[in-house]
T-cell receptor, first 113, second 113 residues
Framework: NAGVTQTPKFQVLKTGQSMTLQCAQDMNHNSMYWYRQDPGMGLRLIYYSASEGTTDKGEVPNGYNVSRLNKREFSLRLESAAPSQTSVYFC????????????FGPGTRLLVL | GENVEQHPSTLSVQEGDSAVIKCTYSDSASNYFPWYKQELGKRPQLIIDIRSNVGEKKDQRIAVTLNKTAKHFSLHITETQPEDSAVYFCAAILSGGYQKVTFGTGTKLQVIP
């Protein structure tokens, strides 16, 4: 049982490049989330997926897109990276209504030059 | 939407002393309040939580109190140890269906040996 996994762990991009951050969970959780963490700003929700087949915007969705590929996988795509997207990205999953604990992945550190 | 304020942003205590971190929330409908601990370079992990029908919860050296009327909740760590040094995040959640999660901005706790 690996919990929540994320790839890659670290990535350097040039402005304008695109990339997809991958997230998978093996806990059979319905809901999955993408957060970004910046110094002094805590965890801010980018997008979430309440269940397979649904996605919704969070607090800071601009510049990102997501895909809930199946119940296990939830990917985050940056179509044209900008220096303002330099951050640490965390994926999380949970079972809403039963256990509200969010289980976080190890994070992806992204640097956009 | 929900707004969570967390104070202080940094806190230094001597080993063995107590530490208190406070959070206030704005949405009276929020009904679940977890606390996460994030060690340097690691993922956030749940350490304790409290639901709106409970005023206090304790787990060994860690306790959380909730004042629904004033809409604030606090984390108390007694007999602090160097391994308690980390960033602590509070969150306010409207449970049920999709969990609307709002995190505080974090408190960096340093326990001085």
């Amino acid at each position: 049982n690996a919990g929540v996994t994320q790839t890659p762990k670290f990535q350097v991009l040039k402005t304008g490049q695109s990339m997809t951050l991958q997230c998978a969970q093996d806990m059979n959780h319905n809901s999955m989330y993408w957060y970004r963490q910046d110094p002094g700003m805590g965890l801010r929700l980018i997008y979430y997926s309440a269940s397979e087949g649904t996605t919704d915007k969070g607090e800071v969705p601009n510049g990102y897109n997501v895909s809930r590929l199946n119940k296990r996988e939830f990917s985050l795509r940056l179509e044209s990276a900008a220096p303002s997207q330099t951050s640490v990205y965390f994926c999380a999953s949970s079972i809403p209504g039963k256990q509200e604990t969010q289980y976080f992945g190890p994070g992806t550190r992204l640097l956009v030059l | 939407g929900e707004n969570v304020e967390q104070h202080p942003s940094t806190l230094s205590v001597q080993e063995g002393d107590s530490a208190v971190i406070k959070c206030t929330y704005s949405d009276s409908a929020s009904n679940y309040f977890p606390w996460y601990k994030q060690e340097l370079g690691k993922r956030p992990q749940l350490i304790i939580d409290i639901r709106s029908n409970v005023g206090e919860k304790k787990d060994q050296r860690i306790a959380v109190t909730l004042n629904k009327t004033a809409k604030h909740f606090s984390l108390h760590i007694t007999e602090t140890q160097p391994e308690d040094s980390a960033v602590y995040f509070c969150a306010a959640i409207l449970s049920g269906g999709y969990q609307k999660v709002t995190f505080g901005t974090g408190t960096k706790l340093q326990v001085i040996p």
